[in-house]
């Protein structure tokens, strides 16, 4: 079972347009969201992360926005650029408990920018 | 500082076979954990070491069992090899308690079986 919904699984944008990536989860002990950048042949690497405590965390070009009570979060990245050109995973994890760390990733987002 | 290192970068080798995969963590890291990731699907955890102990461990069958060293590096072993088992193994490491909002990737091993 996904623990982590992500959509749309592909984007194309005009650069300098928006870019939205939208997630959604179930279980509602998860109290940490990071999003992920990954580039072809590289593992992921930390892009942004938001606790629910927070509606909205911006850093630079990247903002993340959460809705506790809709169990949603997206992240939008403004004036794209082709460098942006990527796969986006977002994630959920618990900071506590047996599970402490552990991050279940959505299935991930193609984001194509487009000069 | 190298990061999280992997070797190899990749392998191929045919069902029924053994496979073991390595990785060092970044200096300072105590955490490994390993990662599955199909093609064109998200990383999906398949165990964490620390203190050289096996401290949680997703949904897969025991053919995939790890080791961590006292210096912290880390293997992944997988045995009797099948074609589903063709993915990027990625390593991350981070620092015990809090140090998960810090995971630190490697570039992953990309294993092929045919």
């Known amino acids: 079972q996904q623990q982590v919904k992500q959509s749309p699984q592909s984007l194309i944008v005009q650069k300098g347009g928006i870019s939205i990536i939208n997630c959604a989860y179930e279980?509602?002990?998860?109290?940490?969201f990071p999003w992920y950048q990954q580039f072809p042949g590289k593992g992921p690497a930390l892009l942004i992360a938001?606790?629910?405590?927070?509606s909205e965390k911006k850093e630079g070009r990247f903002t993340i926005s959460f809705n506790k009570s809709a169990k949603q979060f997206s992240l939008h990245i403004m004036d794209s650029q082709p460098g942006d050109s990527a796969t986006y995973f977002c994630?959920?994890?618990?900071?506590?408990?047996?599970?402490?760390?552990?991050?279940?990733f959505g299935r991930g987002t193609q984001l194509t920018v487009w000069p | 500082d190298a990061g999280v290192t992997q070797s190899p970068t990749h392998l191929i080798k045919t069902r029924g076979q053994q496979v073991t995969l390595r990785c060092s963590p970044k200096?300072?890291?105590?955490?490994v954990s390993w990662y599955q990731q199909a093609l064109g699907q998200g990383p999906q955890f398949i165990f964490q070491?620390?203190?050289?102990?096996?401290?949680q461990r997703g949904n897969f069958p025991d053919r995939f069992s790890g080791h961590q060293f006292p210096n912290y590096s880390s293997e992944l072993n997988v045995n009797a090899l099948l074609l589903g088992d063709s993915a990027l193994y990625l390593c991350?490491?981070?620092?015990?308690?809090?140090?998960?909002?810090?995971?630190?990737f490697g570039s992953g091993t990309q294993l092929s079986v045919l």
């Open positions: 991350a490491s981070s620092l015990a308690g809090t140090g998960y909002e810090k995971l630190l």
């Open positions: 279980n509602t002990a998860f109290d940490y």
């Open positions: 938001i606790r629910p405590d927070v």
């Open positions: 994630a959920a994890s618990h900071s506590r408990g047996s599970t402490l760390g552990r991050l279940y």
């Open positions: 200096s300072g890291h105590d955490t």
């Open positions: 070491y620390y203190e050289e102990e096996e401290r």
